[in-house]
């Protein structure tokens, strides 16, 4: 069972976020599902004007009201007045870099600023091009209740025009602005109900103005400031010491943070709750923000289980303050940095715990001390068994996170490292979908970076698995880049220096390799000219016998093999001798591989003119070697296409060249056996010869089929007396089996339709009848046995009753007559729950019968 899997909405969610681009009509769309996915596209950076302005979003289709953009930074004037004809009663723009805040607003229909009730533009601009900062629109907003203007260059001024102007406000953030006095707060005294001004300056102003907000249920003081210089002096300790010591005149203060402030103890707070509590009509303290304060990591016990605190003395702590600090980059380092403690004593997979790092390192993508502490605390939280069970959306969001770290800060060691030990693991690089060719890339810019052993074995590991996993033109534009190829093949290079037997770095770099070139002629060529081939005829000499080295190196010469214009490369001599001593090879992989790179140069003319003068004994040697193979239990080999197999398949001129093609297609596609439903088992039986779907659609698709058709036409026209053509009976029956798997692809389809008549006949009207009839059969004999059994017993009781000239027995026959002959006549013609009543009625009439022959 997975921890966390994606619910079903979900899943319909991000169907439609990833197919933004495309033509989608979805009518009638929900507003509430509407409104859900513009706040998926703004968390994934993919909101932008063209978006806004689709016709899924449009005010006929559908009905927005709560708007959430948490990265508007895409986002101009063109897309904003998608919102005109929308009746707004929440509006959230955060980021908003290519308009100011009033050209926002200007960008809202009449009814949208007569309801709108709360505004959050926290990172956005008020400052126009002419870098006066306007805020004047914001007094169109008459029925604003909520406004957060945190982290702009909202001034005093604004403040005044906002509190004079909104006679509806109650809750106001003003963070990290540039007011420097909040005096105008006392003309909202008697409304003001939540109050933020954390990273301000907390002098004896601002503490005289707090004060007199009776009504305040909740006020934020923190400050999560990280300035050097803030070490050399008090940072209002003594006006928060103050706040603490006046409880009495915050009765219905309900949540207080003040975090990251200097000056607080355990005594203090305690004394705060105290003469809070003791305050007339005074409401519970709910949530106490203690972060980064002297406090922070001292699990304290105010008396209130209800009470919610942020700080690092628990898990619980760490996680609130992650989710209320998921903004202020600084908390969330620390916290992380807390919560990556606990992560190393965990007994069991945490998708929550997940979530949470995750959501922060979207917001903080280019903060290096989040990313450095959020990848730590993900390769805790996916590392081994954790990972097994974790659901692979779930995986997909820790990976996304580690790529866009790796992308963002590419020279820093340690991040780096990280994401390696993230992502080098079987469970993410086989069963997680990502971006593997931005992965790959990403990890190869690693291993050129840096020179760290273990870096660069989970390096060239995940990219063996994930160079089988991209296209071709990928591979093609990865292997055309020099650098990356240098880097790989100096590993083969100091792995040879060592031989070391069995390196497991060695081999995963051989696979990075040989996936690589696999039908990218571009990197086959970059291998060529870094000395690639040369290197690797000094690792068959000095790893002879080991099976896996061989292999890997063989399969990538079989790359180059494949590629015409390379193929003169592979001339030489010496190589040659090599090749042909693997071709005798013992182990099948070996020998396989050694062939095909020598099936594909005695298929070139020009080859063969030129370098292959005993042509006719090497041939001969092919298909002696091709033919002793015995078919192995397992895939050897996996391929992309059949397109480098035809021009061997149509090599009619050397008939073991094809033979050793044939071979290879019908390895592949003879490995799965698949159970087909349809069939019943005798059928089954018959058809008993191996089927691999994809790779028989493929040889169908690239008509590598009609091919071997011809091949096999051609055999059988061919003179006996060739001993080129000879028809071979293990050579025959490869070609005739893999005609035979071609031939049952092309009925797939209607044993398919079969299935489902089959499936259909049984699931629905058909089936019930058919069991209705063998009941009916059953109950016929049932019913012909009782009638002959009772003719049987009838014939009996006669013999007997004559025999013995008894009157009781005569009667007895007589009641059984009588019985029998209604049986005979009204039993076919009853219902099986009749029949009790039948054998009443039969002894009453037979009775009645018997009564009247007297």
């Not at 290096?368 to 692979?392: E, W």
């Not at 790959?440 to 074995?457: E, G, Y």
């Not at 140069?601 to 003068?613: E, F, K, N, V």
């Amino acid at each position: 069972m997975f921890v966390s899997p994606q619910t079903l909405r979900d899943y319909c969610l991000d169907f439609l976020r990833q197919r933004i681009d495309a033509e989608v009509t979805c009518e009638g769309l929900n507003g509430a599902l509407a409104e859900e996915l513009l706040r998926s596209l703004s968390l994934h950076s993919q909101l932008s004007d063209d978006v806004l302005l689709k016709p899924l979003f449009d005010a006929r289709n559908t009905r927005l009201h709560a708007v959430h953009f948490d990265d508007a930074s895409q986002l101009t004037t063109r897309g904003l007045r998608a919102l005109r004809a929308h009746r707004l009663r929440r509006l959230t723009v955060r980021g908003l870099s290519r308009a100011t805040i009033n050209e926002l607003i200007g960008c809202l229909g009449d009814q949208s600023l007569h309801d709108l009730r709360a505004l959050d533009v926290s990172r956005s601009a008020f400052t126009n091009h002419n870098k006066f900062c306007v805020v004047i629109g914001l007094a169109k907003l008459r029925s604003l209740r909520a406004l957060d203007v945190s982290h702009t260059d909202f001034n005093g001024h604004g403040l005044e025009i906002v509190v004079d102007d909104l006679p509806l406000l109650r809750a106001l953030n003003i963070s990290a602005t540039r007011v420097r006095d909040i005096s105008a707060l006392r003309k909202c005294a008697n409304r003001l109900t939540s109050l933020s001004v954390y990273n301000l300056s907390f002098g004896e102003t601002s503490l005289s103005v707090v004060q007199q907000l009776p009504l305040l249920e909740a006020l934020d003081v923190s400050d999560d400031s990280d300035n050097p210089l803030d070490a050399l002096v008090t940072r209002d300790r003594h006006h928060v010491r103050q706040l603490l010591q006046s409880g009495h005149l915050f009765a219905r203060l309900q949540e207080l943070d003040i975090s990251g402030r200097d000056g607080v103890d355990c005594a203090l707070v305690t004394r705060f709750l105290a003469a809070k509590h003791a305050a007339a009509d005074a409401l519970p303290l709910r949530f106490l923000g203690l972060l980064q304060t002297s406090v922070a990591s001292d699990d304290l016990a105010f008396g209130d289980a209800d009470l919610v605190v942020s700080g690092n003395a628990s898990e619980k702590q760490i996680l609130e303050a992650l989710r209320r600090y998921g903004l202020r980059a600084n908390f969330v380092q620390k916290s992380l940095f807390h919560l990556y403690a606990f992560t190393q004593t965990l007994a069991d997979a945490r998708a929550d715990l997940i979530e949470a790092v995750v959501a922060p390192m979207a917001v903080h993508s280019r903060a290096i001390a989040v990313q450095m502490a959020a990848t730590a605390c993900l390769y805790n939280l996916s590392k081994n068994q954790f990972g097994d069970r974790l659901h692979p959306s779930t995986l997909r969001a820790v990976v996304e996170r580690t790529l866009a770290a790796m992308q963002n800060f590419p020279n820093h060691q340690q991040l780096q490292k990280n994401s390696l030990l993230t992502i080098c693991s079987d469970r993410v690089l086989q069963d997680v979908s990502f971006d593997r060719f931005l992965c790959t890339q990403l990890v190869l810019d690693s291993l050129v970076q840096f020179k760290d052993t273990a870096m660069n074995r989970m390096a060239v590991a995940i990219v063996s698995i994930l160079a089988a996993k991209i296209s071709t033109a990928e591979t093609s534009v990865l292997g055309a880049k020099a650098v990356y190829m240098e880097a790989l093949l100096a590993i083969v290079r100091a792995r040879l220096a060592d031989a070391l037997h069995n390196d497991i770095m060695l081999k995963f770099t051989l696979s990075a390799l040989w996936n690589l070139t696999d039908e990218s002629p571009k990197t086959c060529q970059m291998f060529l000219q870094k000395g690639g081939l040369d290197l690797y005829l000094q690792v068959l000499q000095r790893f002879e016998g080991e099976c896996a080295v061989e292999t890997k190196v063989l399969g990538l010469v079989n790359n180059i093999a494949e590629v015409e214009e390379l193929r003169h490369n592979l001339l030489d001599l010496h190589f040659l001798r090599v090749l042909r001593l693997l071709m005798r090879s013992p182990k099948i992989d070996v020998s396989y591989f050694a062939a095909g790179i020598f099936a594909h140069l005695c298929a070139d003319q020009s080859a063969t003119s030129s370098a292959l003068h005993d042509l006719h004994a090497l041939l001969r040697q092919l298909k002696e070697v091709v033919l002793s193979w015995a078919t192995p239990d397992i895939e050897m080999v996996a391929y992309r296409s059949f397109v480098p197999f035809l021009p061997l398949l149509n090599c009619f001129q050397w008939p073991a060249v094809q033979l050793w093609a044939v071979w290879a297609v019908h390895h592949v596609c003879s490995k799965n056996r698949p159970f087909l439903p349809f069939l019943p088992n005798k059928q089954y039986s018959r058809l008993s010869l191996p089927l691999a779907k994809r790779y028989v659609e493929m040889l169908v698709a690239e008509r590598g089929a009609h091919t071997i058709r011809a091949i096999v036409e051609q055999r059988n026209s061919s003179s006996a007396e060739d001993d080129d053509h000879k028809d071979d009976d293990n050579c025959s029956r490869v070609l005739r089996e893999l005609f035979i798997l071609w031939l049952l692809f092309e009925s797939l389809k209607t044993y398919q339709q079969i299935a489902e008549q089959i499936q259909d006949f049984e699931r629905r009207e058909h089936f019930q009848p058919i069991v209705d009839r063998m009941l009916d059969k059953r109950l016929e004999a049932t019913k012909e046995l009782l009638r002959h059994l009772s003719y049987v017993v009838v014939v009996v009781f006669g013999l007997v009753a004559t025999l013995l000239r008894s009157r009781g027995l005569v009667l007895v026959f007589l009641v059984l007559v009588g019985g029998a002959l209604c049986g005979h006549l009204f039993v076919p013609l009853l219902a099986p729950e009749a029949l009790v009543v039948v054998a009443v009625v039969d002894l009453t009439v037979g009775a009645l019968f018997a009564h009247f022959v007297q």
